[in-house]
């Protein structure tokens, strides 16, 4: 079979339409979340944030939304651009310390 | 502002060489951190640096040294490098993002190692 670690899951929209990145996270202790976006050939980057005290954060064409019950994180991301290509990662960490990444999910964005 | 700073940006060894990365960053934050990236698979972490004069293991801490130099600088070194030390490697340091008084992470632009 497939080991899932070896193949990032791939979303493919088109430009201009909504993107919706998912991930589960492991520690129902972990108070802090982060997505990252990763360019090829480039470092991770900070994109939004959202403490476990909240349920919903909104920034400049991006939104956060997290689920406590499920251990879910979700990123939107509104009106997709080619620039939005790249892979994206969710953290999670308790207290700052300790971050734990998720494998990634590769967002292609098609003309 | 250059924020973290990582050299060699690709380097090449062959299986039982050492070689160090080294990592600076100017935000003056007090953690610093270094990464491996593989194939598929996200982030795992090797050490870390709470603060300087302390380092600690993380995930995958075997065949590898660190050394946090002073607040600025945390190197990492591979004293007989295998082939699976293949990867690219990131330095990150972490410092409070402005809203939610949390601490971020900034990544270098990594370090692309291969061993043969």
């Known amino acids: 079979g497939e080991s899932v670690g070896l193949h990032l899951p791939t979303l493919s929209v088109q430009e201009g339409d909504n993107s919706i990145i998912n991930c589960a996270y492991s520690n129902s202790a972990s108070d802090y979340f982060i997505w990252y976006k990763q360019e090829s050939g480039k470092g991770p980057q900070f994109i939004i944030d959202?403490?476990?005290?909240?349920d919903k954060r909104q920034g400049q064409r991006v939104t956060v939304l997290l689920n406590k019950t499920v251990k879910h994180l979700s990123l939107q991301i509104a009106a997709t651009q080619p620039g939005d290509s790249a892979v994206y990662f969710c953290a999670e960490t308790r207290y700052g310390q300790n971050f734990v990444f998720g494998p990634g999910t590769r967002l292609s964005v098609l003309p | 502002n250059a924020g973290v700073t990582q050299t060699p940006k690709f380097q090449v060894l062959k299986t039982g060489q050492s070689m160090t990365l080294q990592c600076a960053q100017d935000m003056n934050h007090n953690s610093m951190y270094w990464y491996r990236q593989d194939p598929g698979m996200g982030l795992r972490l090797i050490y870390y640096s709470a603060s300087e004069g302390t380092t600690d293991k993380g995930e995958v801490p075997n065949g590898y040294n660190v050394s946090r130099l002073n607040k600025r600088e945390f190197s990492l070194r591979l004293e007989s490098a295998a082939p699976s030390q293949t990867s690219v490697y990131f330095c990150?340091?972490?410092?409070?993002?402005?809203?939610?008084?949390?601490?971020?992470?900034?990544f270098g632009a990594g370090s692309r190692l291969t061993v043969l």
């Open positions: 959202i403490r476990s005290n909240m």
């Open positions: 990150a340091s972490s410092g409070q993002a402005e809203l939610l008084g949390a601490n971020v992470l900034t």
